[in-house]
């Protein structure tokens, strides 16, 4: 007679075996608690609002700080007792294949061009390009439809900041134009 053994169901590893350590899980931790520690050495500084301010500035810098060091605190128990992320199931996504370091890397130059060149042509311009260049790396072969598509974007983002937020974006080369 033959006898298997089922994982147990909370662990997800054999009874009696050493579970298995995500030590990333861990460099997760210890950034969490570490963000959160500077977050609460920064607020520190704050000053006091108004006297009758219910609710003083340094309020939610305390509570982020508390609640990023509690989480933190938490991921490291949780990985000490074995606890392990469950893999998505997303619903295209193969997730035997590897990361396409090319696409990646592609993605990265046009982003990359875009904000060595932000200054000198404007977001109007660098933000079509940015669309396009970034639709075209991702498979889009209509290269007149990204680009109509990335103006429209770029152009009425542009505006919206500069009108309606009052945040100046650079206008680059079309400077007195828009």
């Not at 520690?37 to 305390?62: K, R, S």
């Not at 509570?63 to 997303?90: F, H, N, S, W």
Request: net charge negative; aromatic share 8%.
């Amino acid at each position: 007679m033959s006898t298997t053994t089922e994982p147990h169901p909370a662990s997800g590893h054999e009874p009696g075996s050493r579970p298995v350590v995500d030590k990333a899980q861990y460099g997760l931790a210890a950034f969490l608690v570490l963000t959160g520690g500077y977050v609460l050495y920064d607020a520190v500084g704050l000053e006091d609002g108004f006297a009758d301010q219910p609710v003083q500035p340094y309020a939610l810098p305390y509570v982020v700080g508390a609640v990023l060091l509690l989480l933190g605190v938490l991921l490291a128990v949780a990985t000490a007792r074995g606890d392990q992320p469950e893999a998505e199931e997303g619903e295209d996504i193969d997730l035997t294949q590897g990361t396409d370091v090319r696409t990646v890397g592609l993605l990265a130059a046009v982003l990359i061009a875009n904000i060595l060149l932000i200054d000198w042509l404007g977001w109007a311009i660098t933000g079509a390009l940015l669309f396009a260049g970034c639709a075209g790396v991702l498979g889009s072969r209509s290269h007149i439809r990204d680009l109509a598509v990335g103006t429209a974007l770029s152009v009425g983002s542009w505006y919206f900041f500069y009108v309606v937020l009052a945040i100046p974006i650079p206008a680059g080369i079309l400077d007195g134009v828009l």
